[in-house]
T-cell receptor, first 112, second 114 residues
Framework: DQQVKQNSPSLSVQEGRISILNCDYTNSMFDYFLWYKKYPAEGPTFLISISSIKDKNEDGRFTVFLNKSAKHLSLHIVPSQPGDSAVYFCAASPNTGNQFYFGTGTSLTVIP | DAGITQSPRHKVTETGTPVTLRCHQTENHRYMYWYRQDPGHGLRLIHYSYGVKDTDKGEVSDGYSVSRSKTEDFLLTLESATSSQTSVYFC?????????????FGQGTRLTVV
């Protein structure tokens, strides 16, 4: 059973606007959350992470929000750029820290 | 970029043959992982290792075995390849030492079983 879910397989956004990618999880033992970006024929690359003791983490154009009570996190990209077009994976790690569970991915297309 | 090399990058093999994929790291990270990526399933953990000769199963371990005889190398073996094992395989490494940290991925191996 999928413990990390990304319910939107795809998202299209105009260049310069905000992209919001969503992720839900079911396991309350998860306490570290990550976003990865993946281009075709390449491995996933780490983008940003957040610990369960925080509700927000920013890194440049990328911000991750965590709502523990709802078991929901989101990635905001603003402003969106054509180079952001990729598949984005949400991942979660339990407090043992030694495994990562991934969602099914959201394909983001930023339209110039 | 993290020093992770997967080999081969592409392989076509016949049903029933054994196949071994190799992951080599130069980062001296303790944890190593094998994932497979399939449409509609995202990335699923096959096996992982937390040290030399220390391995454990992941979500989709049936039909796969692993070995880690050196810190830098983690091998994934398909004992008898089946068409359902056609996939893209990714190796990842993590330097988890008690505090959560990210994993870094290799470039992937595209395996086709015919």
């Amino acid at each position: 059973d999928q413990q990390v879910k990304q319910n939107s397989p795809s998202l299209s956004v105009q260049e310069g606007r905000i992209s919001i990618l969503n992720c839900d999880y079911t396991n309350s033992m998860f306490d570290y959350f990550l976003w990865y970006k993946k281009y075709p024929a390449e491995g996933p690359t780490f983008l940003i992470s957040i610990s369960s003791i925080k509700d927000k983490n920013e890194d440049g154009r990328f911000t991750v929000f965590l709502n523990k009570s709802a078991k929901h996190l989101s990635l905001h990209i603003v402003p969106s750029q054509p180079g952001d077009s990729a598949v984005y994976f949400c991942a979660a790690s339990p407090n043992t820290g030694n495994q990562f569970y991934f969602g099914t991915g959201t394909s983001l297309t930023v339209i110039p | 970029d993290a020093g992770i090399t997967q080999s081969p990058r592409h392989k076509v093999t016949e049903t029933g043959t054994p196949v071994t994929l190799r992951c080599h790291q130069t980062e001296n990270h303790r944890y190593m992982y094998w994932y497979r990526q399939d449409p509609g399933h995202g990335l699923r953990l096959i096996h992982y290792s937390y040290g030399v000769k220390d391995t454990d199963k992941g979500e989709v371990s049936d039909g796969y075995s692993v070995s880690r005889s050196k810190t830098e190398d983690f091998l994934l073996t398909l004992e008898s390849a089946t068409s359902s094992q056609t996939s893209v395989y990714f190796c990842a490494i993590s330097d988890f030492r008690g505090m959560a940290t990210e994993a870094f991925f290799g470039q992937g191996t595209r395996l086709t079983v015919v």
